[in-house]
């Protein structure tokens, strides 16, 4: 009944930013980019390395972190992550999307900070706020551009995988 | 779905310092809107178009504002499934608040500025877009309407314009900066092997 309800709204998640990302099936996760510009290459390298700092182990493969880049146009993001595949009661994830925005001029740094961020979301962080990181050293930030994962994010992975 | 967006707004002044274009407006129909992306891009997304009477205007940011305007929701993935970016849910029919815009540069549709962009009016209270964990929710969710459009009047005053805080807009890329910038000094080691083997993306919903 809930899945079925599930089905007929917009889904989003509703929690904390320690678990207001997408729930991976498992900690171990394949990713694989999709003819990727060398910047979205630098981010999804970035990404994935940040992810293996957590408790979240990863390989090189299709199945699960799927990444995308385009110029995607004027569309008021620079990316995001979402599921294309979700467990029967849509708690758990088997194939997560990231995508990248071409459209907007990042530097070498943000690029790395955005993988780093959508990654982020594919461990089932969600975005964090000045208020709940006082030292600016998150990359699930939105107003700016930090390069990893704090000791708190890598905490909540632990917590919410 | 869960993006990093161009603006995340943590006050009323900024939101509407930043945002181009604010009206009053009144939802009279959504139906679904352009395609983009394809298979090799991850999959087909299809946009939701939502026709906003305008009410009134309190900022136009150098526009003409159309009396009905198209504004753009996501949306549906490739599966068919319905989704919404971060906290902003789809516009019904009949929702009537304020709507805080930008124009795509590229087509003749509107969006939210960011999906914290819409505050409805249901039952004279205001009902925020943002993420009710962050900053800008609290200031903006639960106030009267008179109470809310009071603070965007006074915002908005010729008057009181050097207080408003302005966020810089971004910049589109060039086709030399989409193919690479120049790195930072930012060092980080990168994974051997490649990735990106121009292999066909997993179909979806998996089989596996």
Same mark, same amino acid.
């Given at each position: 009944?809930?899945a ?5 709204l917009p889904f989003?998640a509703n929690?904390?930013?320690d678990?207001?990302?997408t729930?991976?099936d498992n ?5 694989? +980019?999709?003819n990727?510009?060398?910047?979205? *290459?630098?981010?999804?390298?970035h990404?994935?390395?940040q992810?293996?700092?957590?408790v ?5 493969g299709?199945g699960d972190?799927?990444? =995308?880049d385009k110029?995607y146009g004027?569309? +008021?993001?620079?990316g995001?992550a979402?599921c294309?595949?979700?467990n029967a009661l ?10 990248f925005?071409? =459209?907007s001029?990042? *530097?070498s740094?943000?690029w ?11 461990a089932d962080?969600?975005h964090?706020?000045?208020?709940? #990181? *006082? #030292?600016?050293?998150s ?5 700016i551009?930090?390069l =990893? =994962?704090?000791?708190? #994010?890598?905490?909540?992975i632990k917590a919410? *995988? | 779905? /869960? ?12 939101l509407v310092?930043?945002?181009? %274009? ?8 959504a139906?679904?809107g352009?395609k983009?992306? @394809?298979?090799e891009?991850?999959?087909?997304d299809?946009?939701r ?6 009410d009134s %205007?309190?900022k136009k !940011? &150098?526009?003409?504002? $159309?009396?009905?305007l198209?504004?753009e929701?996501?949306g549906w ?6 989704y919404q970016m971060e /906290? ?10 304020y709507?805080?815009?930008d124009k795509?540069v590229?087509l003749?549709?509107w969006?939210y500025?960011?999906?914290q962009?819409r505050?409805l009016?249901?039952? @004279? ?6 993420d009710p964990? &962050?900053p800008?929710f609290p ?8 109470d809310?459009?009071?603070e ?5 005053d010729p008057?009181?314009a &050097?207080q ?5 807009q $971004?910049?589109?890329?060039s @086709?030399e900066q989409?193919?690479?910038v120049?790195?930072d000094g930012?060092t980080?080691p990168v994974?051997d !092997?490649?990735t990106?083997d121009?292999s066909?993306?997993t179909p979806?919903p998996?089989s596996?």
């Amino acid at each position: 009944m809930s899945a079925a309800f599930a089905l007929c709204l917009p889904f989003t998640a509703n929690a904390g930013h320690d678990d207001n990302g997408t729930d991976p099936d498992n900690r171990s996760q394949a990713v694989k +980019g999709f003819n990727l510009t060398a910047n979205g *290459t630098k981010a999804m390298n970035h990404g994935k390395s940040q992810l293996e700092r957590s408790v979240i182990t990863t390989s090189w493969g299709g199945g699960d972190i799927e990444v =995308y880049d385009k110029d995607y146009g004027d569309n +008021g993001w620079h990316g995001y992550a979402d599921c294309t595949d979700w467990n029967a009661l849509w708690t758990s994830c088997d194939i997560i999307r990231v995508r990248f925005n071409q =459209y907007s001029y990042k *530097t070498s740094s943000q690029w790395k900070s955005l993988g780093c961020h959508e990654f982020g979301h594919t461990a089932d962080l969600g975005h964090r706020a000045r208020s709940n #990181d *006082t #030292d600016n050293n998150s990359c699930m930030r939105e107003e700016i551009w930090p390069l =990893y =994962y704090d000791q708190h #994010d890598l905490n909540a992975i632990k917590a919410g *995988t | 779905m /869960h993006a990093r967006e161009d603006f995340n707004f943590t006050t009323v002044n900024a939101l509407v310092g930043t945002a181009p %274009v604010i009206v009053k407006g009144t939802v009279l129909s959504a139906e679904p809107g352009r395609k983009v992306g @394809g298979v090799e891009d991850g999959g087909v997304d299809q946009a939701r178009n939502v026709t906003l009477r305008v009410d009134s %205007v309190l900022k136009k !940011g &150098g526009y003409t504002i $159309p009396s009905t305007l198209t504004l753009e929701e996501w949306g549906w993935d490739a599966a068919g499934n319905a989704y919404q970016m971060e /906290h902003l849910t789809w516009s019904q029919v009949g929702d009537t608040g304020y709507y805080f815009l930008d124009k795509d540069v590229m087509l003749t549709t509107w969006r939210y500025a960011s999906s914290q962009g819409r505050v409805l009016i249901k039952d @004279g209270v205001t009902k925020s877009s943002a993420d009710p964990d &962050g900053p800008l929710f609290p200031l903006i969710e639960g106030r009267t309407n008179s109470d809310f459009y009071a603070e965007l009047k006074r915002l908005l005053d010729p008057a009181n314009a &050097g207080q408003l805080t302005v966020l810089p807009q $971004p910049v589109p890329a060039s @086709g030399e900066q989409q193919n690479e910038v120049p790195d930072d000094g930012a060092t980080e080691p990168v994974p051997d !092997g490649s990735t990106d083997d121009g292999s066909e993306p997993t179909p979806y919903p998996s089989s596996t």
